[in-house]
């Protein structure tokens, strides 16, 4: 089955810094969204982009689906960014079957 | 209202106990779905709903029972739980496309379950 390696699995930031994270996967997808895990688990959208770029404040997130990657920025990151990011990917096309990432935990200090 | 809502938020049972979770969403999904999500991992899919038909049922042992009585709400019937079971369960639910792949997933808050 398709694999999806995110990097880097831990990341400690000071507030302000910029950040790039990398969702890798083995097959060609369909479909690729990015979510934040808050501490209480409640997964929050944060795009739904199956390929080229897309921004949103502070955030944005560009993928390549012809090489199978996507990237997360998060610019001038904020305490309120700490938690876990994921990316999940839909292969083969149309069947429902959502693959989640191994995830990257993020922790800002402030 | 981008909001799928999930009840119980905790739940505590024992092995031998009988219960269930349950989901709603009022977007008109035609698709749902259950993860489990154990500590430091990312979500595992369990079962998927279209149409509430199952679709995907990803081996998940018999002590799990989902059902879908509506297009709006899904269930996950819990009996004879092993302690290993203890997890956060979420829910989701998208759009069916049509054939041209899956909409976005919206999740709810998840029901976090501890067997005893």
């Known amino acids: 089955g398709i694999q999806v390696e995110q990097s880097p699995p831990d990341l400690i930031l000071q507030e302000g810094a910029n950040s790039t994270l990398r969702c890798n996967f083995s097959?060609?997808?369909?479909?690729l969204q990015w979510f934040h895990q808050n501490p209480w688990g409640q997964l929050i959208n944060l795009f739904y982009?199956?390929?080229g770029t897309k921004q949103n404040g502070r955030l944005s997130a560009t993928t390549v689906a012809t090489e199978r990657y996507s990237l997360l920025y998060i610019s001038s990151s904020q305490t309120t960014d700490s938690g876990v990011y994921f990316c999940?990917?839909?292969?083969?096309?149309?069947?429902?079957?959502?693959?989640f990432g191994t995830g990257t935990r993020l922790k800002v200090l402030a | 209202d981008t909001e799928v809502t999930q009840t119980p938020k905790h739940l505590v049972m024992g092995m031998t106990n009988k219960k269930s979770l349950k989901c709603e969403q009022h977007?008109?999904?035609?698709?749902m779905y259950w993860y489990k999500q154990k500590a430091k991992k990312p979500p595992e899919l369990m079962f998927v709903y279209s149409y509430e038909k199952l679709s995907i049922n990803e081996s998940v042992p018999s002590r799990f029972s989902p059902e879908c009585p509506n297009s709006s709400l899904l269930n996950l019937h819990l009996h004879a739980l092993q302690p290993e079971d203890s997890a956060l369960y979420l829910c989701a639910s998208s759009h069916e496309t049509g054939g041209f792949g899956t909409g976005e997933l919206f999740f709810g808050e998840g029901s976090r379950l501890t067997v005893l």
């Open positions: 982009i199956p390929s």
């Open positions: 097959d060609s997808v369909n479909n």
């Open positions: 977007m008109g999904h035609r698709a």
């Open positions: 999940a990917v839909e292969v083969p096309s149309g069947t429902y079957k959502y693959i």
